[in-house]
Nanobody, 122 residues
């Protein structure tokens, strides 16, 4: 059974930081791009960041640029999202995903985690 499991969500004050992690199990995603998306209540799922299978190439959504950093540990099949300078508008459920190529459209991605809640208080 393929599984992606997120962890690290929680409640943080505006200006604070959180680090999300995603662990893959059931198969190896070493040749897959992996990414983060988020969805706030009443809004569409939004692209946050993606990292190539090698870990060399990264790409960020506009809301994440300059504040968030995605990384991966290929040996452990895990990725992380370091989120700094958090704002109340970053409040959302954050999802980890895997796909054969780097895409920004959430509909293209094959594998998804269950999500982890991030709440930023003002």
């Amino acid at each position: 059974q393929v599984q992606l499991a997120e962890s690290g969500g929680g409640v943080v004050q505006a200006g604070g930081s959180l680090r999300l992690s995603c662990a893959a199990s059931g198969r190896t995603f070493s040749r897959y791009a992996m990414g983060w998306f988020r969805q706030a209540p009443g809004k569409e799922r939004e692209f946050v960041a993606v990292i190539s299978w090698s870990g060399i190439t990264t790409y960020y959504g506009r809301s994440a640029k300059g504040r968030f950093s995605i990384s991966r540990d290929t040996a452990k099949d895990t990725i992380s999202l370091q989120m700094n300078s958090l704002k109340p508008e970053d409040t959302a459920v954050y999802y980890c995903a895997a796909h054969e190529s780097m895409e920004v459209a959430s509909t293209a991605w094959e594998y998804w985690g269950q999500g982890t809640q991030v709440t930023v208080s003002s």
